[in-house]
Nanobody
Framework: HVQLVESGGGSVQTGGSLSLSCKVS????????MGWFRQAPGKEREGVAT???????TYVDSVKGRFTIAIDRAVNAVYLQMNNLKPDDTAMYYC??????????????????????WGQGTQVTVSS
């Protein structure tokens, strides 16, 4: 299993920025697809951004142009830079690893069902 530890959440006002980090327990970033998901109270979990082993990112439409997913393989970490935050971005954000997927050949985000290991989450709150 892969252990993942998220950090970087917090509270910001609309238009602000936050940078989330996910430290991964092994060199999963070299071989696995990684992703960021979020879940707001009363809502279903939603894929935010995924990045495959080739470094190809995909984003949910609502964050395109505002969020950036990135990998630093030297330190086994995955990041989510979030700019121009909106109240609708308020949620618990989770980092996840898909151990059975390297390069993603499908279209759009890698579905959550393919992700095997999940972090504990970090809270992001955006006030208007």
């Amino acid at each position: 299993h892969v252990q993942l530890v998220e950090s970087g959440g917090g509270s910001v006002q609309t238009g602000g920025s936050l940078s989330l980090s996910c430290k991964v327990s092994k060199d999963a970033t070299n071989n696995y697809c990684m992703g960021w998901f979020r879940q707001a109270p009363g809502k279903e979990r939603e894929g935010v951004a995924t990045i495959d082993s080739d470094g190809n990112p995909t984003y949910v439409d609502s964050v395109k142009g505002r969020f950036t997913i990135a990998i630093d393989r030297a330190v086994n970490a995955v990041y989510l830079q979030m700019n121009n935050l909106k109240p609708d971005d308020t949620a618990m954000y989770y980092c996840a690893a898909a151990r059975r997927i390297g390069r993603w050949i499908g279209s759009g985000l890698v579905p959550a069902k393919h992700f095997d290991d999940w972090g504990q989450g970090t809270q992001v709150t955006v006030s208007s």
